[in-house]
Structures are given as structure tokens and as C-alpha cells.
């Protein structure tokens, strides 16, 4: 089974998680751009089951376009992202795969809220666009 590790950058945080990472997306709204300080969000998707951390994180209520909270974790000390839990879709984590030690084979499928996509960012190869979510 694959298991991959990741963590915030002053190492305060740090998880791993096991099976394959799914809805691997690049979020281009403009919660993921506040978040990150930059252009968008590179996530996937693992059950809450298969992720274990060590060390807290500081967690952030925000709200998703359904009105329904999210759950925005990060590392209270260095502020790095590390994943949401969102209460329209239970027992999941999406990771802020930026965090992972390694990306290998981790591709964007899709990428979505591209209508607030920067103008000259070019469409990633291989993912299907959409304007707001799926
Ligand atoms: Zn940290």
C-alpha cells in the first residue's frame, strides 16, 4: 500500500497517509488564494481514516460555497496549510499537497473556480477545466 509522508515548513506538523490520494485539483478560488498567498491550491483527497499527524493544528471555520463549514487547518507557528475538512463531505481530507515530501505521480485531474484563474496562467495539461466547482 502507499504510504505518503508531509508536513508543514518548520516541521511542527507532520502526517502520513496511507492508499492512493484521489481528486487531486487545483483549486483557483479565491479562498484557496488567500490561504496560500498565491494563485491557487494543489489538492487531494484521502479518507480521514487513512490520515494520522502528529503535532496540532490551529484551525480556521471558514465557510464553502454550500454555506457549510470548513474546517481550514494549519501550523499555528510556521502558517503553512495543511489540509480541510469540509462538512458537506464527511470521513474525507483534502491535503494541500504542497505539504507532501514528495509529489511523485500526483497530477491535477481537474481544475476548478478557473473563472478566478489568473489571466496569463496558462490551463494545466491533461486536467478538465471547470468555471466554478464540479
Ligand atoms: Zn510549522
Redesign the pocket.
Known amino acids: 500500500m502507499t504510504e505518503r509522508n508531509g508536513g508543514?515548513?518548520?516541521?511542527?506538523?507532520r502526517y502520513g497517509v496511507k492508499g492512493e490520494l484521489r481528486g487531486v485539483t487545483i483549486c483557483h478560488c479565491t479562498h484557496c488564494q488567500k490561504l496560500s498567498g498565491s494563485l491557487f491550491s494543489f489538492n487531494a483527497v484521502a479518507r480521514e481514516a487513512d490520515y494520522v499527524q502528529s503535532g496540532a493544528t490551529t484551525v480556521y471555520i471558514d465557510s464553502g460555497d454550500s454555506g457549510q463549514p470548513v474546517e481550514r487547518h494549519f501550523?499555528g507557528?510556521?502558517g503553512?496549510p495543511i489540509l480541510a475538512k469540509i462538512a458537506a463531505a464527511p470521513g474525507k481530507v483534502v491535503i494541500k499537497a504542497g505539504t507532501l515530501d514528495d509529489i511523485a505521480g500526483l497530477q491535477p485531474k481537474i481544475e476548478i473556480y478557473t473563472d478566478h484563474a489568473a489571466a496569463w496562467l496558462a490551463p494545466f495539461e491533461g486536467a478538465t477545466r471547470f468555471a466554478r466547482n464540479m
Open positions: 508543514c515548513l518548520c516541521g511542527a506538523v501550523c507557528r510556521c503553512s
